[in-house]
């Protein structure tokens, strides 16, 4: 079955420090990639997608993600956090078939915390 | 442009009841998904909704139904109202899938 992991429940780091949010998925094949953002009471809010071409890709806010095939994986990076960034992130998948309908799959998301 | 629209924002209903949930999409979006985020977790996938038909739908009982009118917007109708019906109800619009879903800001449903 199609899945995301998304293993950090919990991820505090300081103002100015680097940000590394970990997700990995389960599916037969590449899938479309995103992460979304989340504020307290909020819905979600598009931050990167990927589908295919260069692996490292750019998003809003700062944000940048890496697709590594290899590793099934598509982790969130930023080089340094602001306090701004407290929020929870969710990466999700959607198959990559070009026919049909489509759902997009959750991971659990990472709640991030920002110390001052 | 607007983005996509929810409606009420908060909801207290009793166990037993039922409820209907307002979406409207964004501009140029043709579908329609709805989601149920319970606290702390994921969004988990209720249906979708394409061309007035649900076109897909997630591990959720008969109670959960919708509908889409022909200007794309949508509802969603929960019958006989469960405690762990609470949650926070997100619609999502999109035109592809390679485009990524566009959120509403969510019903926050409450059952007591």
């Known amino acids: 079955a199609q899945s995301v992991t998304q293993p950090d429940i919990h991820i505090t780091v300081s103002e100015g420090a680097s940000l590394e949010l970990r997700c990995n998925y389960s599916?037969?094949?590449?899938?479309?990639l995103f992460w979304y953002v989340q504020s307290p009471g909020q819905g979600l809010q598009l931050l990167l997608k990927y589908f295919s071409g260069d692996t490292l890709v750019q998003g809003i806010k700062g944000f940048e993600a890496e697709f590594k095939r290899s590793q099934s994986s598509f982790n969130l990076r930023k080089p340094s956090v602001h306090w701004s960034d407290a929020a929870e992130y969710f990466c999700?998948?959607?198959?990559?078939?070009?026919?049909?309908?489509?759902?997009?799959?959750f991971g659990t998301g990472t709640r991030l915390k920002v110390l001052a | 442009d607007a983005g996509v629209t929810q409606s009420p924002t908060h909801l207290i209903k009793t166990r037993g009841q039922q409820v209907t949930l307002r979406c409207s999409p964004k501009?140029?979006?043709?579908?329609v998904s709805w989601y149920q985020q319970a606290l702390g977790q994921g969004p988990q996938f209720i249906f979708q909704y394409y061309e007035e038909e649900e076109r897909q739908r997630g591990n959720f009982p008969d109670r959960f139904s919708g509908h889409q009118f022909p200007n794309y917007s949508s509802e969603l109708n929960v019958n006989a109202l469960l405690l762990g019906d609470s949650a926070l109800y997100l619609c999502?619009?999109?035109?592809?899938?390679?485009?990524?879903?566009?959120f509403g800001s969510g019903t926050r449903l409450t059952v007591v």
């Open positions: 999700a998948v959607v198959p990559s078939t070009t026919s049909g309908t489509y759902k997009y799959i």
């Open positions: 999502a619009s999109s035109l592809d899938r390679t485009h990524g879903y566009t």
């Open positions: 599916y037969g094949a590449t899938p479309y």
């Open positions: 501009s140029g979006h043709d579908t």
